[in-house]
């Protein structure tokens, strides 16, 4: 189901600078003023001071296998502006 080069999408308050994972059921960060959830395999909706943050699933991947050292992967921003995300508020 995951396919290559998937992101994991995770939503970051700007009030109280929580991070959770998105999924399919809502979830709220710490504040309760940002929260969101996916629609598809792809997009999101959004709402509160929140700003949309992306992994890319393959770089994370190799970052959590099999080593003592310290690991990078790529996370970025997702504009509002981006096709898979929608505000509601
Ligand atoms: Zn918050």
Redesign the pocket.
């Known amino acids: 189901m995951k396919e290559k080069g998937e992101k994991v999408k995770l939503l970051y308050?700007r009030?109280?600078k929580?991070v959770v994972a998105l999924y399919v059921l809502p979830r709220t960060?710490?504040?309760?003023?940002?929260g969101g959830n996916y629609i598809d395999h792809r997009r999101v909706v959004v709402n509160g001071p929140s700003i949309v943050l992306g992994i890319n699933n393959n770089e994370l991947n190799d970052a959590l296998v099999g080593n003592n050292n310290i690991s990078e992967f790529m996370g970025f921003v997702i504009p509002d502006t981006s096709n898979s995300v929608r505000r509601s508020g």
């Open positions: 308050c009030e109280c929580d960060c710490l504040c309760g003023k940002s």
